[in-house]
């Protein structure tokens, strides 16, 4: 029996794991692809009874950004590590609410098999963001000529990645971290997302000025503890970006991009901002999102810095007008406003 198709009246985005079965679905009450039995390895689909049983062969060298492809005896995880990441992950994304309609494909039909699903995406849902929590083992050249590389550029305007900038403590500014696609960073249809906790950055992500873009919040509870990973802060900006994109269908991933990393919220300290190393310099702001979203969508033809004056000085949020000229001169320095 074939899954129902998606709903046309809800906003969608991908969804890259692999380890979705019929039950993790259920626990997450979302649409999905129509696929048939051959389709299943390429979509990350798997019967039921493969759970507890059958590992999962991908193609490449991945890192899932929150747990290890291989244990620490070296024999490849099974089925269900992929399945518990990916249900956290998606639901996560959803927020337990069901309103973002998941289109789940497997991690290595995300990074090298795009022509088998784009046109499906393109004709089954409006879909314009896709959230990928893991990585390719690659340096950034290597990234730039890979098969997920090329894709990546290649759909500028068709599609937003959403990722996880991984979870090493690394400094992307200082080292090269051979990760893809993260390792193609300052791209315009790209968003690398780093886990916070609190007002600051979590310990253990990953971060830079130009390695990574944005905050989010990427705690979870297990066993009565409390964790941080960049695995489940890229689904938070994953869902702000799929909400935008329904509610303004005419911007493209560019535009949605810039207006999630231009909301931003920088922490200020006494009377001047304190940005956080990332580009964006601080966390994501579903509100200040939505607000340059639709002045973008109002006044396409108003510059980056006009559109940061609007919002702050002239609109109904006035917040930190006297610090424009401050935040401008920041984002300028991280070259994330376009030129005059």
Known sequence: KKIPGPSSNAPHAILCESGFDLETLKTLGTDTFALGPSEKSVFGWVDSQQVATNPINLIGQFSLSGISEFTSTGSRLAFVSYSDHAIKVGHKLTWDWGDIKILPIGFSACAEQSQRWLPQVKSSSKAKVLNFSAALSYTRGACETSAFGKQIRAQENEMLYVVAAGNDALNGDAQAIPTCPQGLNGSPNLIVVAAGMRDSLAPSSNYGIRFSDIIADGSHYEEGQQSYTTSLAAPLVTRKAALISWEFPKLNPKQIRKAILLGAKIPVRGR??????????????????????RAMDENPALSDRELIRKIYCESSVRENCSLVPERIQILEARNLLESK
Do not use: K
């Open 272 to 293: 001047h901002f304190s940005p956080l190393p990332v580009r964006s310099g601080g966390w994501l702001n579903s509100e200040m999102a939505s607000h340059f979203a």
